[in-house]
């Protein structure tokens, strides 16, 4: 018997049904479907003004859809506001890295560890070991382990980019949604974080927008293209690169 890793199910965990996401009347979003198993790390690409910031904020609640439903587990998130969706394990990373500049990078990751126990108390709080067993793992992971003392205002943009995505695994989401998270980074950045996407889809699902191909490739994941708010192809890069329509709006221009 094949041996699954147990975090590794064949459940839907994330599930967009048939949504439709206007703005006086263009649709952003236009029955969009979409299936994210639980464990899984999908690649979504698709030209600009395609929907892909759209489909993040419909998930999130920032933006609530004129039709269709929107599964988290067994939750429907359309009726819940984003601070409520925010506590329900789906985390976010907006384009651009919005760390506390005058921080450590200690003090970034340990802040986001207090302000999700406890917003109200957080300057209160007292670390325990394990919280700085953990907030020294999470610099491990994130490659930030020479810079823990360093001012995050004096990283380069890469290496902010990477200490939002531990601010973000401090708050232990099950969901990760990344929203390209590469652009303005070097080559040697760019393949960093591939390999820290790559690590943190052992433990969380994940859903990465990105428009750099060589990323994506490095990712070798499901990729599922969007095109005018829906779901152009789907499949693995290869095959989707091989669409003709594909190619035809996105690739071959
Ligand atoms: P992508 O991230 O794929 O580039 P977006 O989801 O940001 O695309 O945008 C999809 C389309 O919806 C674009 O045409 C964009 O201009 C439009 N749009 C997005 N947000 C808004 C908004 N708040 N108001 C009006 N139009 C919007
Ligand atoms: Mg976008």
Same mark, same amino acid.
Do not use: C
């Given at each position: 018997m094949?041996?699954?890793?147990?975090?590794?199910?064949?459940?839907t965990?994330?599930?967009?049904?048939?949504v439709?996401?206007?703005?006086?009347?263009?649709?952003a979003l236009?029955g969009?479907?979409?299936?994210?198993?639980?464990?899984?790390?999908?690649a979504?690409?698709?030209?600009?003004?395609?929907g892909k910031?759209?489909?993040?904020?419909?998930?999130t609640?920032?933006?609530k859809?004129d039709?269709?439903?929107?599964?988290?587990?067994?939750?429907?998130?359309?009726?819940?506001?984003e601070a409520?969706?925010?506590?329900?394990?789906i985390?976010?990373?907006?384009?651009?890295?919005?760390?506390?500049? /005058? %921080?450590?990078?200690?003090?970034? $990751? @340990?802040?986001?560890?207090?302000?999700?126990?406890? &917003?109200?108390?957080? =300057?209160r709080?007292?670390?325990?070991?394990?919280?700085?067993?953990?907030?020294?793992?999470t610099?491990?992971r994130?490659?930030?382990?020479?810079?823990?003392?360093?001012?995050?205002?004096?990283? /380069? %943009?890469?290496q902010k980019?990477? $200490? @939002?995505?531990?601010?973000?695994?401090?708050q232990? &989401?099950?969901?990760? =949604?990344?929203?390209?998270?590469?652009?303005?980074?070097?080559?040697g950045?760019?393949?960093?974080?591939?390999?820290l996407?790559?690590?943190?889809a052992?433990?969380?699902?994940?859903?990465?927008?990105? %428009?750099?191909?060589?990323?994506?490739?490095?990712?070798?994941?499901?990729?599922?293209?969007?095109?005018?708010?829906?779901?152009?192809?789907?499949?693995?890069?290869e095959k989707?690169?091989?669409?003709?329509?594909?190619i035809?709006?996105y690739?071959?221009?």
């Open positions: 094949t041996q699954v890793p147990p975090h590794r199910s064949v459940e965990l994330l599930f967009l049904d048939n439709t996401v206007s703005f006086d009347g263009f649709k236009n969009l479907n979409l299936d994210v198993q639980s464990g899984e790390m999908r979504i690409i698709g030209p600009n003004g395609a910031t759209t489909m993040m904020d419909v998930v609640g920032k933006t859809p039709t269709g439903r929107v599964t988290f587990r067994m939750t429907d998130l359309t009726r819940y506001d409520a969706i925010a506590t329900m394990g985390g976010r990373k907006f384009q651009k890295p919005t760390v506390f500049e /005058s %921080h450590t990078v200690w003090d970034n $990751l @340990e802040l986001a560890l207090k302000s999700r126990r406890d &917003p109200l108390t957080s =300057l709080w007292r670390l325990s070991t394990a919280d700085r067993d953990r907030i020294a793992a610099i491990a994130i490659g930030l382990d020479a810079d823990s003392a360093r001012i995050a205002g004096a990283l /380069s %943009h890469g980019q990477w $200490l @939002e995505i531990g601010m973000l695994l401090m232990e &989401p099950e969901l990760l =949604l990344v929203d390209e998270p590469v652009a303005g980074m070097t080559d950045e760019t393949e960093k974080t591939a390999l996407l790559r690590d943190i052992r433990t969380h699902t994940v859903v990465v927008v990105e %428009h750099d191909m060589n990323f994506v490739r490095s990712l070798g994941v499901r990729v599922t293209v969007l095109h005018e708010g829906s779901v152009l192809s789907e499949g693995s890069l989707v690169q091989n669409d003709p329509r594909v035809e709006v690739l071959g221009r």
